[in-house]
């Protein structure tokens, strides 16, 4: 089949380098504009945009809207798009091009987290199992009819870049083998059941603020969640942020009788402990604002070191 390719982020790269190594062929690539990046702020290419200028393919960066965009997609005369996280909503005379619809790979087993971060959600919701879901796109929030389901356990100790990384692999063979389907005529749209819908909003840097007061499987799962990025953090007294990495619960780490309140810093020469509502967890690494990521112990022992000599350190607010 001709396709036309739609994606953005780095998770997408996966399913672009999929389809050019398939049968189909991708005869271009719909991105977001050239975004502004890094301290300097200059503009930067998608991850998506990179791929296929090496791989040789035109790119297309217009808004999905109006008459120009129509007649260009029209020209390319395409089959089907897939897309994967591409980032702008497609208004119905755009769906209605391709003769065998735009073919959406999201990154959960639909109904549930539809939305933009579903991966995230899952962690904090501490599910077991999760997956992907390729499914024709309309006008609603990814609810759009299915056409193929792959399922990932969830482990241990996953972040959403962990578990987005294996999902992007596993769903990039998902997006291709529902499309050689399409192709082939095998495939009967199934509509989305009623029941289990959950929706999984973006988020934001104040969600990726640790509530020390929640239990510590919970302060676990969102830290999980937030990593890489916005990337967990807490305050110090002095109201700067400091960025956190995956903890760990420690729920026999202090002696019969010993606690600590929720936020509460006890360190060691080998582990930095923080309360929380049901027991300690151990940070992992930190950042303290204008600095590299380093071990906890590494920041007890050198900047957190006055702060601690102070008596009682609190991390954050209990709320």
Known sequence: MRLLFAGTPEPAVPSLHALLRSSHEVAAVLTRADAPAGRGRR?????????????????LTDRPRGEEFLRTLRDLEVDAAPVVAYGHLLRPDVLAVPRL???????????????????????????????????????????????????????????SGDLLARLATSGAELLVATLDAL????????????????????????????????????????????????????????????????????????????????????????????????????????????????PAPDWARGAGRALLADGDLVLGDAR
């Open 183 to 294: 192709e082939a005529g095998a495939l009967q749209p199934q509509a989305q059941p009623a029941d289990g819908v959950s929706v999984a909003p973006k988020i934001t840097t104040d969600d990726a603020r640790v509530r020390w007061d929640d239990p510590a499987l919970a302060v676990d799962r969102r830290v999980r969640a937030v990593t890489p990025a916005p990337g967990a953090w807490t305050t110090l007294p002095d109201g700067s942020r400091l960025g956190l990495g995956p903890v760990t619960p420690r729920p026999d780490a202090l002696p019969d009788g010993d606690t600590l309140a929720p936020g509460q810093v006890r360190a060691g020469k080998k582990e930095v402990l923080v309360g929380t509502a049901t027991g300690p967890v151990a940070l992992g690494d930190v950042r303290p604002v204008g600095k590299k990521a380093m």
């Open 43 to 59: 503009l930067v290419p998608s991850p998506v945009c990179v791929a296929a200028e090496e791989a040789g393919i035109p790119v």
């Open 101 to 159: 619809g735009w073919v959406n790979l999201h990154f959960s087993v639909l109904p549930a987290w539809r939305g933009a971060a579903p991966v995230q959600h899952a962690l904090l919701a501490g599910d077991q199992v999760t997956g992907a879901t390729t499914f024709l796109l309309d006008e609603g929030m990814d609810t759009g009819p299915v056409l193929g389901t792959a399922t990932e356990t969830v482990r241990p100790r996953d972040t």
